[in-house]
């Protein structure tokens, strides 16, 4: 398995209007534009943290 870093936009002005919503919608469209932004630079994202420091 390989790694690439990916540049990711954790916060955005989207997500201030999601939020005025509802939580849930907020935490669907982060998740979908974070997935979307990393297949866009050619990864996929995972749940493992390579050399993490603790």
């Known amino acids: 398995m390989s790694f ?3 540049k990711l936009t954790l916060f955005s ?3 201030v209007e999601d939020a ?3 939580q849930k919608e907020l935490l669907k469209n982060r998740i979908v ?3 979307n932004e ?3 630079q ?3 994202l995972t749940q ?3 050399g ?3």
């Open 48 to 50: 493992i943290h390579k």
């Open 20 to 22: 005025k919503r509802s």
């Open 13 to 15: 002005e989207e997500d």
């Open 33 to 35: 534009r974070l997935t």
């Open 4 to 6: 690439k870093t990916v």
């Open 52 to 54: 993490a420091a603790c």
């Open 42 to 44: 050619g990864a996929l």
């Open 38 to 40: 990393a297949l866009d």
